[in-house]
T-cell receptor
């Protein structure tokens, strides 16, 4: 079974530029999560999708971050414009969905550096 | 709000030593508790979990017991190997609604020397 795929693996941009990350969850998984992991900290949830609907985006900085999950499969997370403090690893995870006991499976992450 | 506090790292041990990584939590209700591991260059992987008080999660020689009275979920292994070198994260998931987000601790870096 293929795992959660993310691209790119690394990205370096200047502040005020835009950037987008892509995630392909495990086939058949209804729930998709984006987490932000700042160096030295644990991951923090940015947004949770159930199919193509948003369940929780309370910690997503909506003035600069946006995310979508068209057709309930792949997802894109965008930052526009980026700030220095957005430097982090962005993790995508998926779970079968519908049950709180589901295991979340994580992708390898995208490491973003904002200069 | 919900939070997780982990033992500060890094932790350096010799092969075959006993490992304990402390984890305590603050949460309303009855959360599920998890340990995730992140090997160098890889994504987070679930190591073990416990969904109710007094449950013991175990995997690959690692164990952790959900202690409601002390709000703890300490990770232990009797004899570590070099291959156990990784960052370990304690996490909780609040029980309720359809929000399944994980709240993580800061992580503990473990290095095992031969």
């Amino acid at each position: 079974e293929a795992g959660v795929a993310q691209s790119p693996r690394y990205k370096i941009i200047e502040k005020r530029q835009s950037v987008a990350f892509w995630c392909n969850p495990i086939s058949g998984h209804a729930t998709l999560y984006w987490y932000q992991q700042i160096l030295g900290q644990g991951p923090k949830l940015l947004i949770q999708f159930q199919n193509n609907g948003v369940v929780d985006d309370s910690q997503l900085p909506k003035d600069r971050f946006s995310a979508e999950r068209l057709k309930g499969v792949d997802s894109t997370l965008k930052i526009q414009p980026a700030k220095l403090e957005d430097s982090a690893v962005y993790l995508c995870a998926s779970s079968p969905g519908g049950w709180e006991t589901d295991t979340q499976y994580f992708g390898p992450g995208t490491r973003l550096t904002v200069l | 709000g919900n939070s997780v506090t982990q033992m500060e790292g890094p932790v350096t041990l010799s092969e075959e030593a006993f490992l304990t990584i402390n984890c305590t939590y603050t949460a309303t209700g009855y959360p599920s508790l998890f340990w995730y591991v992140q090997y160098p260059g890889e994504g987070l992987q679930l190591l073990l979990k416990a969904t109710k008080a007094d449950d013991k999660g175990s995997n690959k020689g690692f164990e952790a017991t959900y202690r409601k009275e002390t709000t703890s979920f300490h990770l232990e292994k009797g004899s570590v190997q070099v291959s156990d070198s990784a960052v370990y994260f304690c996490a909780l998931r609040y029980s309720g609604g359809s929000n399944y987000k994980l709240t993580f601790g800061k992580g503990t870096l473990l290095t095992v020397n031969p």
